[in-house]
T-cell receptor, first 115, second 117 residues
Framework: AQTVTQSQPEMSVQEAETVTLSCTYDTSESDYYLFWYKQPPSRQMILVIRQEAYKQQNATENRFSVNFQKAAKSFSLKISDSQLGDAAMYFCAYRSKNRDDKIIFGKGTRLHILP | GAGVSQSPRYKVAKRGQDVALRCDPISGHVSLFWYQQALGQGPEFLTYFQNEAQLDKSGLPSDRFFAERPEGSVSTLKIQRTQQEDSAVYLC???????????????FGDGTRLSIL
């Protein structure tokens, strides 16, 4: 079975600085998706970024980028130029590619932005 | 366009009562997922529908949990004889179906926060 581990329950970063959230996962599959989701207090799950396992190039979305290390099964999220609106819970997640499958989430990292 | 709609947004029930939570997926979305999110945790999968067919219910924690999607659109998650450990946020997500390659993103609703007293 696949698992996703986030070892940082909480992190803080100064506004305009850069922060990296860590994630490791375990799977025996060779092709899959990895995600980072943001969940503000409104509870809605917002997709931040998606990485396909067979693509070696790290995904980027504006101020958000990932460091995907497939052999190490590591998938970290870097947020540059942190803004107050980035404060939220961030979940790392995994999804098998070869079937219409559920998403497996980590336990989350709560990110605080310090003004 | 309209997103995934869940109702009620909050539900308070006494232990032992039955509750029903509703999910209105995005129009045309074939796939529908239910997740349970305990306080301070990540969401955990409960069950999956493809149209009206419930293809995976491996995440339902007990036989007190029941989900249906009779016409392949709106889905209801029912919890019978509620217990305190059922307190959680229940999230619904829907997506288009691409032949089973998980390429279509799941769109999440805002969830129902269930509190059992």
């Amino acid at each position: 079975a696949q698992t996703v581990t986030q070892s940082q329950p909480e992190m803080s970063v100064q506004e305009a600085e850069t922060v990296t959230l860590s994630c490791t996962y375990d799977t025996s599959e060779s092709d899959y998706y990895l995600f980072w989701y943001k969940q503000p207090p409104s509870r809605q799950m917002i997709l931040v970024i998606r990485q396909e396992a067979y693509k070696q190039q790290n995904a980027t979305e504006n101020r958000f980028s990932v460091n995907f290390q497939k052999a190490a099964k590591s998938f970290s999220l870097k947020i540059s130029d942190s803004q107050l609106g980035d404060a939220a819970m961030y979940f790392c997640a995994y999804r098998s590619k070869n079937r219409d499958d559920k998403i497996i989430f980590g336990k989350g990292t709560r990110l605080h932005i310090l003004p | 366009g309209a997103g995934v709609s869940q109702s009620p947004r909050y539900k308070v029930a006494k232990r032992g009562q039955d509750v029903a939570l509703r999910c209105d997926p995005i129009s045309g979305h074939v796939s529908l997922f239910w997740y349970q999110q305990a306080l301070g945790q990540g969401p955990e999968f409960l069950t999956y529908f493809q149209n009206e067919a419930q293809l995976d219910k491996s995440g339902l924690p007990s036989d007190r949990f029941f989900a249906e999607r009779p016409e392949g659109s709106v889905s209801t998650l029912k919890i019978q004889r509620t217990q305190q450990e059922d307190s959680a946020v229940y999230l619904c997500a829907s997506s288009l179906f691409d032949g089973g390659y998980s390429n279509q993103p799941q769109h999440f609703g805002d969830g129902t926060r269930l509190s059992i007293l």
